[in-house]
């Protein structure tokens, strides 16, 4: 499959590594194609890697993700446009962030959370949340003494979660769907929780587990 990916950071290219590691094709995207950062992960990945803009890797996924700072979500969506994103999959990983205290809160938002955000600014694309609970390090094959953990989820449409969820399993995660992309507010709260405890404890190697009976 082809995958487009909105984000040069840790996120995107873990998650890209991990795509091209099952046998997908990756472009990853900014705001400028010549982007070094993308072109570096680029000449790492091999044959199955590519770069360019964000409105050419949006063309180029049949699945995209979202992997921008949270704050700047509306100015990467305004390089793509909605129309190249029209019926896709776009999984984001994304949360609103505010440093300037200098440890991560949610950033107030206007209009709900940012998950909500993006669906409002791709209303026919298909968006699920997920992957924005746990450091990019665990994103791919995590590796928890507990077991595979589980990526809480959540998005409007059916099929999409489906489709997320079996990109989860080949990633190595279960899945927890929250329902409705409006649960995007209770998932974005959990990544301050995740960052909580990596600062009250200085570790980075955790992650949420839903126990069943
Ligand atoms: N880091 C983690 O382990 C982790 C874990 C879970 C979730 N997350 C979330 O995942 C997202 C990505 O995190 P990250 O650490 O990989 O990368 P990041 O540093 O948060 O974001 C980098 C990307 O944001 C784009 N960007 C920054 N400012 C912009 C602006 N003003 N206009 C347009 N684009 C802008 C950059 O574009 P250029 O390529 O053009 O420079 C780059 O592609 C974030 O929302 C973060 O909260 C992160």
């Not at 950062?37 to 180029?60: D, H, I, N, Q």
């Not at 600014?121 to 665990?138: C, E, I, Q, R, S």
Request: proline share 5%; aromatic share 8%; hydrophobic share 40%.
């Amino acid at each position: 499959m082809k995958i487009g990916i909105l984000g040069t950071g840790d996120v995107g290219k873990a998650l890209g590594k991990g795509f091209i590691t099952l046998g997908h094709e990756v472009k990853m995207g900014s705001r400028d194609a010549a982007n070094e950062k993308a072109l570096a992960w680029v000449r790492e990945m091999g044959p199955k890697a590519s770069a360019g803009t964000f409105a050419e890797a949006a063309e180029y996924g049949e699945i995209v993700v979202l992997a921008t700072l949270g704050a700047a979500n509306k100015s990467v969506l305004s390089y793509t446009g909605p129309e190249p994103l029209r019926g896709k999959v776009v999984i984001d990983t994304t949360n609103p962030l505010d440093f300037s205290g200098g440890r991560p809160k949610l950033a107030a938002m206007k209009d709900g959370s940012g998950g909500e955000q993006v669906q409002r600014l791709l209303p026919d694309a298909h968006v699920v949340k997920a992957f924005n609970t746990v450091g990019n390090a665990h994103m791919f094959r995590p590796d928890f003494p507990g077991g595979p953990p589980d990526m809480f989820i959540c998005g409007n449409d059916a099929e999409a979660k489906k489709k997320v969820a079996e990109i989860l399993t080949d990633f190595g995660w279960g899945t927890v769907d929250t329902g409705g992309i409006d649960s995007s507010h209770y998932l974005e709260a959990m990544c301050i929780v995740w960052v909580e405890y990596g600062i009250r404890t200085s570790t980075w190697n955790h992650a949420f587990k839903l126990l069943r009976k």
